[in-house]
Nanobody
């Protein structure tokens, strides 16, 4: 499984960004897909996850400010982030696995895409 993340960039406080993650390879390897982020000096954390049957989990710190979705026909996952705050600055990673078990590390990872929110 290969994952290709894109869409990061520099945005001002209150702005929006849409991240994309294109998956290829064995389709079972991306039954579950998720976005994680890691800010400087902090541990990696789950932002949101979504299964092929559109079961969604979201980080409460971003509640109401994000929308995770996926297009199974295109093998692509999206993360729409709105009303961005400086504390959202991080490298965002997409990940996938055969099973949506968020208690363990997902098996497949893409390269990160940097999101910088300036005040």
């Amino acid at each position: 499984v290969q994952l290709q993340a894109s869409g990061g960039g520099l945005v001002q406080v209150g702005g929006s960004l849409r991240l994309s993650c294109a998956a290829s390879g064995s389709t079972s390897g991306f039954n579950a897909m998720a976005w994680y982020r890691q800010a400087p000096g902090k541990e990696r954390e789950l932002v949101a996850g979504i299964t092929r049957s559109i079961m969604i989990i979201e980080n409460r710190s971003m509640e109401g400010r994000l929308n995770i979705s996926r297009d199974n026909a295109k093998n692509t996952m999206y993360l729409q982030m709105n009303n961005l705050r400086p504390e959202d600055t991080a490298v965002y990673y997409c990940a996938s696995d055969e099973v949506a078990d968020y208690s363990r590390t997902f098996k497949y990872w893409g390269q990160g895409t940097l999101v910088t929110v300036s005040s």
